[in-house]
């Protein structure tokens, strides 16, 4: 029933509607992640029916298998029933008997693999792990501010080279490179002694030359060792070059085969090193201590070593072509096997177990008698 437009007029307006975007909004069923995970339970539950009437089959037809096999393998008519039976029995006990194998040969293939992909995920969890470990050793060198930092990467890293030896080699680039970029001999010159992050490094390259043999050389070349303290350290094969041991103190240095071209070794205590075929062209040994050190075939070509002190050195072979050695202590040394056309000799300490290369000329090198 229509109302008369006049009627209509009459009835109360009330204010108008206003949808906001609020009111548009879409509010989840709350039963939606339950269907979800009811859907997921379910889809659980189906699997595991689903295996277990596998299961229930395969155990029927075996059970089938050792109940009725026998009596379609043994004729009906030939054996008495006695034997009829006891082939039924061994038939069914040779069933069973395979039946069990199979199943053991089975378990232990699945356990194999499992036991397989389990070390997969172990290795590479270890990895992965190891992975982070080498990574925040890493950053942990890249403190400037604190010490005890650095030294805490440095030890990681040296621990990881060591229990792994292929790690040993980025290790070894890394203290490397930390020590070329190392600058601090203002600050070594005040201690008498190297920075203990430097020791620390020195001691790690020692280490890790002496476990591979199989290690690149060691590229220390500009390196700053000066005043540098230990007992012994090992850089036989290493690059050298333009490197520092001003004032160093190691006792039993290996520097077979090293390159020590512009080596600055000023005052360093080397004594009891090993030099042998090295090469330390320009290299300065002003005031250093070689002493009962071996230089066998060891090249100083236009080095100096003024001051130096080579008591008891082995120098076969050795060239000293050029080389300033004025001023050198060689007492005790047998230079009878030496090259040293054009050395300066003026102001050497010698005495009469000091033995010279035949034909050599010591007083015309500047060699005077008693000194």
Known sequence: MELPPADMAKLPVGPPITLSADALTVVPHRGMGEQRAGSGETAGTQRNARLALGVAGVAMLLLCLVLFLPYFLIPASGPTADARMQSVSAIRTSIVQLVGSMALISGLYFTLQNLRLSRRAFSASTTQQSIERFSRAVKCLGDKDRLE????????????????????????????????????????????????????????????????????????????LSYLRLRALNLARADLADASLECARIDALDLT???????????????????????????NFDGADLSWSDLRSAAFILASLRNCSLVGCTLDGSLFVGADLRGAILRSADLSGTDLSGADLHGAKIDDQTRWPAGFDAKAAGVEPGT
């Open 149 to 224: 930092v650095r030294l805490g990467g440095i030890h990681v890293l040296r621990r990881m080279a060591e229990d792994s030896p292929e790690d040993q080699a980025v290790v070894s680039q890394i203290f490397c490179t930390l020590l070329r970029e190392h600058r601090g001999n203002g600050d070594a010159a005040r201690r008498g002694r190297a920075a203990p992050d430097v020791t620390a490094m020195a001691s790690s390259l020692d280490r890790f030359n002496g476990l591979s043999a199989g290690l690149d050389p060691l590229d220390l070349s500009g390196a700053n």
């Open 257 to 283: 085969d090293a390159n020590l071209i512009r080596l600055d070794g000023q005052g360093a205590d080397l004594r009891r090193s090993s030099m042998v075929r090295a090469v330390a062209r320009n290299a």
